[in-house]
Each structure stands twice: as structure tokens, then as C-alpha cells.
T-cell receptor, first 116, second 114 residues
Framework: GAGVSQTPSNKVTEKGKYVELRCDPI?????LYWYRQSLGQGPEFLIY????????DSGLPNDRFFAVRPEGSVSTLKIQRTERGDSAVYLC??????????????FGPGTRLTVL | EDQVTQSPEALRLQEGESSSLNCSYT??????LFWYRQDPGKGPEFLFT???AGEEKEKERLKATLTKKESFLHITAPKPEDSATYLC???????????????FGTGTLLAVQP
């Protein structure tokens, strides 16, 4: 079946602009995660949705970052007033069952964000 | 503070030369330890989950093991196509589902030369 998809694959924007990154999880997966990966680093957790609600947003770096999942499927990560330090690969993952031991997270290909 | 450390940072092997990658962790309430493979320009690809000390899992030339403080990814007779970055991650949190976030190490970059 289809895996996690993310659009766009690349996004170049100017400092101060607003961007939206989209994630389509694997069909039937109730849990959705956003991570950010900088060059040479492992992914860093941003936010986790269980259904439509954000169950844990402790990784969002500041109030310029916001994410939604209105219908419990597709999610959008929104970044306001982008800064050069926001440049990174933004990864989305989904898992079948949350709240239990075995919930492997399957990742999408990522969106490479470059802020000039 | 919850922490995951991987070593070495980079490893170069000859084809057929077996070796091991290390992932040590200091966390409260480990729920699971995950290994992922990441190729350049792609998202991490799930390999294994380990849940309790003493557990082992195998897939082709890879074998993952877990103790109370660390995990090893053993690579037997590697081939050039095994070249990638291998990421280790731990999952913490309670079973009530308050969070399922993964905490990743920085990865080991493996290069297997023919």
C-alpha cells in the first residue's frame, strides 16, 4: 500500500514569509507525528496527534510553529515569520496504534525547507 | 535528561567484514527501542523494535539486541547496498498514550566498500 506522503518535497522561501507543509499518513493510521532533521543530526520531535487532537506539542520550538489535523487524516505544519534557522528537513510519520507498546512509526520522504 | 548516544559516528567496512553499531541510552521509562535505516535524501526506514532486555531480532544480514543500557546492531557479511545512516531511537512515556514521541541519536554513517 501507499506510504506516508509529504508535499512539497522542496520549499524555498524568504525570511519572514509564511509556509505550510502537508502530510498524508498511511490510510488507517490514527497517530501522526512531525519531526525536524538538521544536517548530520537525528530527527527531533515536534508534535504528535492522536486523531484530530494534538496529544503532545512539547517539541514545537516557539509560537511561530503550529500544526493541525482537522479530520484526523491529513496534517499541515504551519510556520509563520520564517527564520534562517528554520531551514531543515521536516519529516512526518504515522503509526497504526497509539497508546500501546508496539506502534512503529513509518516516515515519509520529508520536505526540505530552505529559508533564504 | 533523556539521552541517546550512538557510536561510532562513522564506520567504513570492506564487503564481508562484520561489525556492530552501538546505541546507549539514558531514559526514564523505556517503552521501546527502534532502529531505522536512512538513505541520503530519504526518510528513515523502519528496521526493528525491541521492548525488553535480552530481546533479539534479525532481518537478513542485520541483528539487533537490547540490554538495560544499550542496544547493538550487528551487521554480518555486509554488502555495499547496506551503506546508509543507521539511526537508533527510544520511545518513552506511559502506557496511557500521553506521548509516543521518539528520541533519536545522531546516527552512524556506514560505508561498505566492494
Amino acid at each position: 500500500g501507499a506510504g506516508v506522503s509529504q508535499t512539497p518535497s522542496n520549499k524555498v522561501t524568504e525570511k519572514g514569509k509564511y509556509v505550510e507543509l502537508r502530510c498524508d499518513p498511511i490510510s488507517g493510521h490514527t497517530a501522526l507525528y512531525w519531526y525536524r532533521q538538521s544536517l548530520g543530526q537525528g530527527p527531533e520531535f515536534l508534535i504528535y496527534f492522536q486523531g484530530t487532537g494534538a496529544a503532545d506539542d512539547s517539541g514545537l520550538p516557539n509560537d511561530r510553529f503550529f500544526a493541525v489535523r482537522p479530520e484526523g487524516s491529513v496534517s499541515t505544519l504551519k510556520i509563520q515569520r520564517t527564520e534562517r534557522g528554520d531551514s531543515a528537513v521536516y519529516l512526518c510519520a504515522s503509526s497504526l496504534v497509539a497508546g500501546r507498546s508496539y506502534n512503529e512509526q513509518f516516515f515519509g520522504p520529508g520536505t526540505r525547507l530552505t529559508v533564504l | 535528561e533523556d539521552q541517546v548516544t550512538q557510536s561510532p559516528e562513522a564506520l567504513r567496512l570492506q564487503e564481508g567484514e562484520s561489525s556492530s553499531l552501538n546505541c546507549s541510552y539514558t531514559v526514564s521509562g523505556l517503552r521501546g527501542l527502534f532502529w531505522y535505516r536512512q538513505d541520503p535524501g530519504k526518510g528513515p526506514e523502519f528496521l526493528f523494535t525491541l521492548y525488553s532486555a535480552g530481546e533479539e531480532k534479525e532481518k537478513e544480514r542485520l541483528k539487533a539486541t537490547l540490554t538495560k543500557k544499550e542496544s547493538f546492531l550487528h551487521i554480518t557479511a555486509p554488502k555495499p547496498e547496506d551503506s546508509a545512516t543507521y539511526l537508533c531511537a527510544v520511545q518513552i512515556g506511559n502506557y496511557g498514550g500521553a506521548t509516543n514521541k521518539l528520541i533519536f541519536g545522531t546516527g552512524t554513517l556506514l560505508a561498505v566498500q566492494p
